[in-house]
């Protein structure tokens, strides 16, 4: 249960941001990928839960070679905790993802308790990132927030609305066009109801436009 909950968070968190991103390019996102990031030590590596890269080339990858990359680290990473990786999230990827990686934003979400913990790197070390009052914490490299929402972590506008997913959004579109259906099906019998009063009322009282 445990595993499946995590792949359905990871593919929200990758199907939403590139809906949101669709026609923005040089960027790279990835889920439970592995990250080589050392050339001297091949076997030294991490599988982030998703992580983000701005300004790389657009392409696939089978997993992420730091200096196969011009020695780019993520921007953005994201651990979804567990019993078993609790302890290595907060301390020893914390540590490695400050001092080595030096990502900016480290972020930590349990999907069963719903603990959320944002960190920004701030002279090599992390600082907790405080929530505001709508319980969501501002990622300066996404351009969005990241907050908790119906049991999910998920990408904000500044307005707090939720960034969709490709379901989602299909879904809101076909609820949008059913809505404006029903709204011009309204019109039309508004206009098929005034027609018959005007009828109703000439043949009552006459030709309106008759002056005789």
Partial sequence: MEIVCHQDQIILLIASLKLHWADRSGYYVGGNMVVHYDPLNKRCLRGPDFFLVLDVEDRERKSWVVWQEGMRFPDVIIELLSDTTREVDKGEKKALYAQLFRTPEYYLYDPFSQEFIG???????????QQDAEQKIFSAVAGLYLGVRDGWLRWLTA???????????????????????????????????????????QRRFGNLDDPG
């Avoid at 960190?119 to 990132?129: K, S, T």
């Fill in 159 to 201: 307005d707090g609305i939720v960034v969709p997913t490709p379901v989602e959004w299909a879904e809101q579109e076909h609820q949008r066009a059913e809505q404006e259906r029903q709204r011009a099906a309204h019109a039309i019998q508004r206009a098929a109801q005034a027609e018959q009063l005007l009828a109703a009322y």
């Fill in 119 to 129: 960190y920004h790197l701030h002279g090599g070390h992390y600082e907790e990132g």
